[in-house]
C-alpha cells in the first residue's frame, strides 16, 4: 500500500449518530410540529415520530452489540460519527484517507411520505455541509425519497447542484418497481448530472427479521447482503442500464462470493430466453453492463477477493463498514494486508484505493 492512500466505500452515519434537533430546528415551518424528536426515556434517547420509536438517540444505556469504536475503547459520547473532526481523527487513527458514508440504515421509517421526503431534504443538506468541512475526505451520499419518481429525480437534481457526490436509492421502499418505466426520468437524470447511485443492503427479505441477541439476527446478517441480487438483475434486465450507459450503480455492502454467479447466470438466461423478449431488447449483454456500470463494496470476504478476476477488478471497492460492530476499524490496513495476502499490488491499489476514488472524484490519493 506504499504509494497511495486508503479510500473506504462504504462508511456509515446511522440514525443514532444524527444531531438530536436536526430536524425540530430546519424542517419548513409547516412541517415542523411533526419533526422527528428525540425523546428521553431510562435507557437513553429515543427517536420518535408521529408518536412511534424507530431508533435510539446517542449512546444507549445499555447497548446490545458495542460499536467498533466502544470495542477500540475511544471515548465517545454517541456522537463521535457525526463530528467531522472526531470522525478525522479516527480515519487518521485506521490509516484511512477519504470515507464514502451512507446514512440511516435499513430505511427512515416515516409512515407519511410526504413528511419523509421533507425530511430528507434536510438530512441531504445537512450532509453536504457535513461533507464540505473536508471534501476529498468525507463523502456522505444524498438519499432520495422513493415514493415517488418525479421526487427521487428532483432531489437528486437539487443535492448534485450543492455538492454531493453520490445517492442512494432504497429500491424496497418503492411503491412503484423500480423497474417499470416510471422511473427512466430518475436514470436519465443520473446520468446527465453524473452522480453514481446505490442500493443498499437492509431490504429483501421475506421471513427472517433481525432481532438483537436473537439468532435471528445471525440468520438475517448472513443473507442480507444476497438480497441485493434481484437489485442487480432487475436494472440489467429491464434495460435501465442499457438505455443509460452513463449511469453508475454501487451494490452498498453487497459482498462479492454471490456475484460471479449472478452475472454467469444473467448470461445464460439471455441466450436462453433473449431471442423470445419482446418489452426489451438490451443492445449490450448483461456481461458487459456489469463491466462498464456497476460495482460491488465489500469488508472481509475472503472468497470474494479470490473472485475478484471472475468479476471484474474495476468493479470492486474495499470498505471499512466503520462505525459498526463488524468494522475493521481500527486496523483496517492489518485487515486489508490480511485478505489481499495473495493478491497482486496492482489489484490491490484498485480495490482499496483508485476504483473509489475515480467514481467519487477523491483527488489527493498519492502518498
Not at 422511473?183 to 427479521?209: I, M
Amino acid at each position: 500500500m506504499a504509494g497511495y492512500k486508503i479510500v473506504s466505500a462504504d462508511d456509515h452515519m446511522d440514525m443514532s449518530v444524527i444531531p438530536p434537533k436536526l430536524w425540530e430546528e430546519r424542517l419548513p415551518a409547516k412541517w415542523r410540529d411533526r419533526a422527528p424528536r428525540v425523546v428521553d426515556t431510562p435507557e437513553g434517547g429515543f427517536w420518535h415520530v408521529d408518536g412511534e420509536s424507530f431508533s435510539y438517540s446517542g449512546k444507549p444505556k445499555n447497548r446490545a452489540v458495542p460499536n467498533a469504536i466502544s470495542k477500540a475503547g475511544i471515548d465517545d459520547n454517541g456522537f463521535r460519527p457525526s463530528t467531522p473532526e472526531l470522525r478525522l481523527q479516527d480515519m487518521d487513527l485506521d490509516g484511512i484517507y477519504s470515507q464514502v458514508i451512507y446514512g440511516p440504515p435499513m430505511g427512515f421509517r416515516i409512515g407519511d411520505a410526504a413528511l419523509k421526503a421533507e425530511c430528507l431534504k434536510v438530512y441531504n443538506s445537512w450532509a453536504a455541509e457535513f461533507s464540505a468541512t473536508s471534501p476529498d475526505r468525507l463523502t456522505v451520499l444524498a438519499y432520495l425519497p422513493m415514493h415517488d419518481p418525479a421526487a427521487a429525480t428532483a432531489e437528486l437534481r437539487r443535492v448534485a447542484g450543492i455538492g454531493h457526490k453520490g445517492a442512494v436509492v432504497s429500491m424496497f421502499e418503492t411503491n412503484t418497481p423500480i423497474y417499470e418505466p416510471d422511473w427512466d426520468p430518475l436514470w436519465a437524470a443520473a446520468q446527465e448530472v453524473g452522480l453514481p447511485l446505490s442500493f443498499h443492503l437492509g431490504g429483501g427479505c421475506h421471513t427472517v427479521v433481525p432481532v438483537p441477541q436473537s439468532w435471528k439476527i445471525e440468520a438475517f446478517a448472513a443473507v442480507a447482503p444476497m438480497q441485493l441480487d434481484e437489485a442487480l438483475v432487475v436494472m440489467v434486465f429491464c434495460g435501465a442500464l442499457d438505455r443509460h450507459p452513463g449511469m453508475k450503480l454501487v451494490l452498498g455492502e453487497s459482498g462479492l462470493g454471490w456475484i460471479p454467479y449472478v452475472i454467469e447466470r444473467m448470461e445464460l438466461e439471455a441466450r436462453n430466453h433473449g431471442p423470445s423478449v419482446k418489452d426489451v431488447t438490451l443492445r449490450a449483454t448483461p456481461r458487459e453492463i456489469f463491466d462498464r456500470q456497476i460495482f460491488a463494496t465489500f469488508e472481509e470476504d475472503r472468497l470474494g477477493v479470490e473472485l475478484i478476476p471472475h468479476i471484474g477488478v474495476d468493479n470492486v471497492m474495499w470498505a471499512s463498514d466503520y462505525p459498526h460492530p463488524d468494522s475493521t476499524f481500527p486496523r483496517s490496513r492489518e485487515a486489508i494486508e490480511d485478505v489481499f495476502k495473495d493478491v497482486d499490488a496492482d489489484t490491490v491499489r484498485k480495490v482499496t484505493c483508485d476504483n473509489a476514488a475515480k467514481l467519487y472524484h477523491v483527488q489527493h490519493v498519492a502518498a
